[in-house]
């Protein structure tokens, strides 16, 4: 079950994800707004920077173990300052710099791939100690196919891209509400 944002709510997560950014890139101590009851339900999410429309860090929590509002607050200074596959955000690459959220829905065992649906539907797979997690805004931005995103999600776990077929590697699925700094509402994704 995905958990209910009003406009609110997404804007003052997309507040504090700027505000944990620029906090930590003037050195200063941040004024994060006053969260809703809604945002402090246990709830995974991501923090994705994009510049130029360009990804330039991604990362975020699966699990539902803190409240909604200090996930993203962490995901979006990890985002922009922990991602391994960029430096650390600049003070001059910030004016240039959009947020995007995906909150999580609970992840669910995938039984039969056929069903997966792509721009509805993230990947988790895992396979002993290796796992790859895409949200499932990825898949519908790159133009694949299910097989494709399958294949990519192992990938990006470090395995083979048929492992998916594997008895011995488990998928999952989830969805996510989706928003922006540039959007005109929330998608589901």
Known sequence: MQLALSEQDRGLLLATAREAIRARLSFQAPDFPEPTPALLAACGAFVTLKKDQELRGCIGHITASRPLVETVRDAAAASAFEDPRFPPLSREEWPSISIEISVLSPFSPVTDPGLIRVGTHGLMIRQGRLSGLLLPQVATEQGWDRETFLARTCRKAGLPPD??????????????????????GPRQA
């Open 163 to 184: 492992a998916w077929k594997s008895p011995q590697t488990t998928i999952e699925s989830f969805s996510a509400l989706v928003f922006g700094e540039q959007d005109s």
